[in-house]
């Protein structure tokens, strides 16, 4: 297979984690005969810094004319610190799920028996936890009318949805059900908000169509307690786009660091793939942010594209680093490991998984670093 590939690695340690992503990609072409041709644009700060804007046209004409993206991370110091500015680098990625028309993230949630520890929460709370968040990405608040007053003393979001936008991204939770443990929970405030009582009466349609697939609701306050005190109750969540963004990043301590997280972003045409960390300005350029989440978030694209043994080298690769202990500080507090070691053990494991030698706090990675 070949794929064009749309690489948007934007600010912060996002440069830093896509090359390595790009070394897992470039394995797996080698091994089993694919080719990946990458070409690069600017999105968000670097942007704005280059163009003037976070999203730049020709940016936005590359993603419709390839086949997939590989996303980094946007954000920069100077704007979080200045609730003034009127263009932002998160404008860009908005702007981007707009125009593509990205209304699934998909983002798994899996529980490490390495790294139980790494996480604040008990071994046996997580123990057996694996499920995937569907979270809507082209509606709610995020995208609906903004107002403030001219003495800025008032402001306000307005968040709406219709039957088209909930049906879509219901149709892919429970299709994804089905091949798992067929339990989707619809997380919503129906108590409290009109959106979320639409949410309600949608799914519930939709679920007949799905009678292998058992269908219930959680308030969202109750949903953010059940995914620290019995996270592994959970298969599939769906949620809004404000809802699904609070609690994918609350349920990444599961995994002991949101430098694993991975992440889908799916319409009909295209598709975008990135860790979830952001930015992490304070890492840039130290080799110490976890390539993990990106690395998996390229599993996720090959599996998108009907590569899955692929996609499962690639999660055998990165389990593999995991297990020996080859990862980065935010792992294991005295790791040896950086960015670029973790990238090219997990490479050459995908390449040749018996060219690697091991001693303690020690891995001679081994003939052929794919870069």
């Known amino acids: 297979m070949n794929l064009k590939i749309a690489v948007l690695s ?16 470039n394995a797996i072409g080698a091994v089993y005969d694919h080719e990946f041709i990458f070409e690069d644009a600017y999105i968000g700060a670097i942007a704005i810094e280059k163009t003037g804007k976070p999203l730049p046209e020709q940016t936005l004409n590359l993603c419709r004319n390839t086949d997939s993206i590989l996303f980094g991370a946007i954000g920069d110091p100077k704007y979080d610190n200045d609730p003034l ?3 932002r680098p998160e404008q ?10 990205l209304f699934a993230n998909i983002r798994p949630i899996k529980a490490y028996p390495k790294l139980m520890n790494a996480s604040p929460i008990k071994r046996e709370i997580l123990k057996g936890t694996d499920f995937v968040i569907y979270r809507e990405l082209n509606g709610g608040m995020y995208f609906g009318e903004k107002t403030t007053n001219e003495a800025g003393t008032y402001a306000s979001d307005l968040c709406e ?3 088209e936008e909930i049906s879509k991204i219901t149709h892919l939770a429970f299709k994804a059900a089905q091949s798992r443990r067929k339990k989707v929970t619809l997380v919503d405030k129906a108590n409290v908000l009109e959106t979320s009582r639409l949410w309600r009466r949608v799914v519930s349609e939709i679920a007949v169509e799905y009678p292998d697939v058992d269908l219930n609701f959680l308030y969202v306050d109750n949903a953010a307690m059940q995914i620290v005190l019995n996270p592994s109750q959970f298969d599939i969540l769906l949620t809004d786009n404000l809802f699904g963004d609070i609690l994918s990043d609350e349920a990444s301590v599961i995994s ?13 045409k295209h598709s975008l793939f990135e ?6 300005t304070e890492a840039k350029d130290k080799n110490i942010a976890n390539p993990i989440a990106a690395i998996l978030s390229v599993a996720l694209l090959l599996e998108h594209f009907g590569l899955s043994k692929e996609s499962k080298k690639v999660i055998q690769a990165v389990e593999k680093a995991i297990i020996s202990e080859v990862v980065t500080v935010d792992l294991k507090v005295n790791s040896q490991f950086g960015t670029n070691e973790v990238g090219d053990f997990i490479s050459n494991y995908i390449t040749n998984e018996d060219d690697l030698y ?14």
Do not use: W
Request: charged residues 25%; proline residues 3%; positive net charge.
């Open 10 to 25: 934007g600010d912060g340690i996002g440069p830093e984690v896509i090359l390595q992503a790009k070394k897992a990609l």
């Open 85 to 87: 500015a009127k263009i």
């Open 92 to 101: 860009g990625l908005l702007k981007l799920r707009k125009e593509l028309g």
């Open 161 to 163: 949805y219709n039957e």
């Open 256 to 268: 002991g660091s949101i430098g694993l997280m991975a992440s889908a972003s799916l319409g009909e």
């Open 275 to 280: 860790p979830i960390h952001g930015c992490y």
């Open 358 to 371: 091991f001693k303690k706090d020690f891995v001679q990675i081994g003939r052929s670093t794919i870069v």
